[in-house]
């Protein structure tokens, strides 16, 4: 009797008390269910929903998550340019998936002078940056007609001015393991010339004439017969712009690609420009970078 008394009286304090029922939250969901959702998203949203719990946390450090941000041929990659590395005695196979992808990111200057640059946009696509002085220019090195000019406004620290001349040919060509998937090429050009004073930024273009008179003409071709060109006359002055030549395919293999900018009408000099950089990035990404590197 008293024994049965005695478990009433448990059984009430049990029912009677504060605690609940057992709650279950998401950080008890099974870290391989987190990692699957998180393909998903994009690196950015995987980064900010990685502070949600520590399970989170940990299953946005999976390689499962990463291996489906990288490219396709991110293994090419690794092989064929070594200064994705720390050191020499580093190996890819001791690099998670996601410091692959984060070395990927950054830019990875290659070639023997090191006037070229690849990286990794966040939302995906292999992009590669190549400097003037990686072209063959028409008088380049006589300084009547060009100079070279330091300058933070370039990825390569320098950009070449051109004063006056009579023709314009810029020739330059790449071969690149890109991924598979369509890109666009563009020139980075501005008419005028920019410095610095007292920090604001000030544009001189009063060497700029000769451009509104007959266009430029862009072309590209790749070695396996693709071609597209382009014309522009060029009158906008001040900023930066980004002229777009045309799109190429690239299948699974090493691309061969050449460029080039020329304006060889000798009935009148043109000056005042501003050559920088060529650019080949992924053509669904092409609008909205080509937007911002606009900017100045």
């Given at each position: 009797m008293g024994a049965t008394i005695s478990g009433l009286v448990d059984h009430e304090k049990l029912t009677s008390s504060n605690i609940g029922p057992l709650e279950t939250g998401l950080g008890d969901l099974p870290e391989n269910c987190i990692a699957l959702v998180l393909t998903h998203l994009d690196p950015i949203e995987i980064c900010?929903?990685?502070?949600?719990?520590?399970?989170?946390?940990?299953?946005?450090?999976?390689?499962?998550?990463?291996?489906?941000?990288l490219p396709q041929?991110?293994?090419?990659?690794?092989?064929?340019?070594?200064?994705?590395?720390?050191?020499?005695?580093?190996?890819?196979?001791?690099?998670?998936?996601?410091?692959?992808?984060?070395?990927?990111?950054?830019?990875?200057?290659?070639?023997s002078s090191n006037y070229k640059a690849f990286w990794m946009e966040k939302n995906g696509g292999i992009c590669v940056c190549i400097s003037w002085k990686e072209m063959k220019i028409t008088g380049i090195e006589d300084r009547r007609y060009w100079t070279h000019v330091s300058s933070d406004e370039s990825r390569f620290n320098t950009f070449a001015f051109l004063?006056?001349?009579?023709?314009?040919?810029?020739?330059g060509n790449l071969e690149f393991e890109f991924p598979a998937g369509n890109y666009?090429?563009?020139?980075?050009?501005?008419?005028?010339?920019?410095?610095?004073?007292?920090?604001?930024?000030?544009?001189?273009?009063?060497?700029?004439?000769?451009?509104n008179i007959k266009p430029v003409q862009f072309q590209l071709s790749t070695s396996n017969g693709q071609q597209a060109s382009a014309q522009y006359y060029l009158n906008e002055a001040g900023k930066w712009i980004n002229y777009?030549?045309?799109?190429?395919?690239?299948?699974?293999?090493?691309t061969k690609l050449k460029f080039s900018m020329t304006q060889i009408d000798c009935t009148h000099t043109k000056?005042?420009?501003?050559l920088d950089s060529v650019l080949i990035i992924p053509a669904h990404i092409g609008p909205k970078y080509v937007n911002f590197l606009n900017c100045t």
């Open positions: 900010k929903i990685s502070r949600v719990s520590r399970t989170f946390h940990q299953a946005s450090l999976t390689d499962l998550v990463w291996d489906t941000k041929n991110y293994q090419i990659l690794l092989r064929n340019y070594k200064n994705l590395w720390s050191n020499a005695s580093e190996d890819s196979c001791s690099l998670t998936k996601k410091e692959i992808f984060v070395r990927l990111c950054r830019p990875n200057h290659f070639g004063k006056q001349i009579w023709w314009v040919e810029v020739e666009s090429v563009f020139f980075r050009l501005q008419l005028g010339k920019t410095s610095r004073r007292l920090g604001r930024r000030i544009c001189t273009v009063d060497q700029v004439h000769g451009w777009y030549v045309g799109d190429f395919v690239v299948d699974s293999m090493t000056g005042g420009l501003c």
